[in-house]
RNA sequence: UGAGCGGGCUUAAGCCAUCGCGGUGCACUUAUGUGCACCGAGGAAAGUCCGGGCUCGUGAAUGAGCGCAAUACCGGCUAACGACCGGGGCGGAAUCUGACCAGCUUUAUGCUAAGGCGGGUUCCGUACAGAUAGUGCAACAGAAAGCAUACCGCCUUGAAAAAGGUAAGGGUGAAAAGGCGGGGUAAGAGCCCACCGCCUGUUCAGCAAUGAGCAGGGCACGGCAAACCUUAUUGCGAGCAAGGCCAAACAGCAGUGGGACGCUCAUCCCCGCUGUUUUGACGCUCCUUCUGGGAGUAUUCAGAACAGCAGACUGCGGGUAGGCCGCUUGACUGGUGAGUGGCAACACUUUCCCGAGAUGGAUGAUGGCAGCAUGGGCAACCAUGGACAGAACCCGGCUUACGAGCCCGCUUUUUUU
RNA sequence: GUGGGUGUAGCUCAGGUGGUAGAGUGCCAGACUGUGGAUCUGGUUGUCGUGGGUUCAAACCCCAUCACCCACC
């Protein structure tokens, strides 16, 4: 299961949009912000804050992040943008990935 | 032998498989993908403390002056540096040494290197120009603290009070007018002498810093420039978000249109659509005192005001969003392996190789094997863990963080002699 | 990438011309009160972020370093 430079949201002006305008979901490490798009397939972006202890815990937790939605993607509904927002308490895969399965079920993506 | 601290060098946990991501090349497709091959974080990429390359700016980045900042023993190295290398001076430690003072004793051409003075060797450290260019600063204590002074003392005179001489000894202080020993003296004093220090001159060695020697001077010329300052040298400012190229949209400027009469040209005039309000004209109806006047009014035409809608196409310069380049082969000095010169930093010659280039920002996940550390266990084995840390235009240094291995130095535990 | 600031008592801050560190608040004790508060009196509190250096002497001067904060593009 690939994860393609298309899939990702990549325009400044986008991600503007989806911080001004998107539902909001949160949780304990990570928060959610989702918003529907015109393309008719799911479009991600993952957010470390400022306050990591430093650039290796901050990619890390972006990578993971990045991994646990490959893996998971086929599983829910189309054409949406999101915007992860991680948070320095959670750094391991596992806690990651129930996070992130935790507020997708919140968003009610689930096929 | 175990542990700790400091310094230097090497390395940055290995191999295999699957999935995933970024780049380059080739092929096919085509405007974006697919396939194959190869490559894909560091010694500090960090801090941003210095120095450059590169790019733009200003008239220029060449020169002179002022201000500001940095640097400051000498020589070398370098593109450059405050870095680095070598040398010198100074300071400290260890050790050896002259028995000069001091100490001890068996009292002699004796012993002692713990103390003072002098000499040598090794190691470590060192922001180390100028205090005789000038201005300034030094609390308290002390008699006196900057071209100074005499408190207790010592000596002379004197019955005493006191006067004179003196700077050994005491006391104050961080610092008190060379140190130390001998001679000398009323007591003392570079007053005289040896050694050391200082100043002046000179000779030799060295590229130089500086060192060694000789002669002279008996000798104040104190400390602080990481106080102001003086002298010398260096430095223009901004930074790859530099800078260059392409370029939607909105706004701006210019042009293109239609109408009279078939065509062409010139000049002049007019100019979109819808709605509401209002004014005027023509028409119609009604009243009337009837060549006239008045009232009402659908529609049409014209004008004015307000509101709404529509505002196209082409070109232009500037240029936003966005994109591309800059961008990775590089200071002939990148990496690797040899060789030559140099004490070294480093320089030169040569073989082979090209080893990141992202832009919401590529290195991740899973499994297996081997190995390391810690804990448990007699053992097999089991569990846990993976130092510091992530390229962002590129280099040379410095500093800081840090796992493992090796080497050196120091401290210490245990054992043995 | 560039530039700037702060670190002093438990807390908020002074002190910066080198000469031996203070204010408010807090805390402790006493007085007052039936008790508490308020008030009054007295006391207490520091390796001046860390490590070096200069100096007779450093919170102050110099260098390095650590942590935190801010601004601009």
């Known amino acids: 299961m690939s994860f393609p430079k298309a899939e990702k ?3 400044k002006s ?3 949009r989806l911080f001004r305008t998107g539902a909001r979901f949160s949780c304990k490490g990570m928060a959610l912000r989702i918003a529907k798009n015109t393309l ?11 306050s990591f202890r ?3 815990e901050r990619n890390r937790a972006k990578r993971v992040a990045r991994e646990v939605w490959r893996l998971n993607k086929a599983s829910f509904a189309q054409g949406y ?3 992860f927002v991680l ?3 959670a750094v391991d895969f596992e806690i990651i990935r129930s996070n992130m399965l935790f507020l997708l079920r919140k968003a009610g993506l689930f096929r």
């Open 9 to 11: 949201l990549r325009e």
């Open 14 to 16: 986008d991600i503007d």
């Open 40 to 50: 008719g397939k799911n479009r991600a972006v993952f957010v470390p804050v400022r």
């Open 54 to 56: 430093g650039s290796v």
């Open 81 to 83: 943008d999101l915007a």
């Open 87 to 89: 948070y320095p308490d």
